[in-house]
């Protein structure tokens, strides 16, 4: 199977996220799949896309490294063409995430923590048009 792994979180920053989307390449790539990695800070000897620099900014307390280059949505549609899955990891966050949902092959999204107060308000706000959206590019 073909399989795009998305971080909107600089993959060549350690963090939580980062670490998840790189072991669950090195995992899947064992197992004999097709893995590419795409986010930005693509650490070298990573098969991928390098979304460019990023930005750290505050948020969830701590400093959340993203992308902000308005080409990503463009350089993830071309990065998945002939992909059977695309894994969206943090798929609120701008740019990266939110232009891989809307990519176009089947999704799977993992939040990897629990929102707080404004966050939770935020995907309840959204949660029907996020579910519709999701729903639709799972093949349901």
């Keep these: ?14 963090g939580g996220v980062q670490a ?7 995992s899947l790539t064992g197992l004999g799949d097709e893995v590419v990695v795409i986010g930005p800070g693509l650490p070298s ?5 390098d979304l ?3 930005l750290s900014i505050p948020g969830n307390k701590s400093m959340v490294p993203l992308t902000f280059d ?10 998945v063409a002939g ?16 232009s891989a949902l809307r990519s176009g092959p089947p999704v799977v999204a993992t939040f990897h ?12 706000a959204i949660a029907s048009q996020l579910s519709r959206m999701l729903a639709a590019r799972s093949g349901r």
Excluded: N, T, W
Excluded at 1 to 14: E, N, Q, T, W
Excluded at 113 to 124: D, E, F, K, N, T
């Design 1 to 14: 199977m073909r399989i795009a792994l998305v971080s909107p979180y600089d993959l060549g920053k350690s």
């Design 20 to 26: 998840q989307v790189l072991g669950l390449a090195e």
């Design 45 to 49: 000897g990573v098969d991928g896309v």
């Design 52 to 54: 460019g620099s990023s």
């Design 70 to 79: 308005p080409r990503v949505s463009r350089r993830i549609k071309a990065a």
């Design 83 to 98: 992909i059977d899955l695309v894994h969206v990891h943090e798929p609120l966050m701008p740019l990266a995430s939110l």
């Design 113 to 124: 923590a629990a929102p707080g107060p404004v966050s939770r308000g935020l995907y309840i």
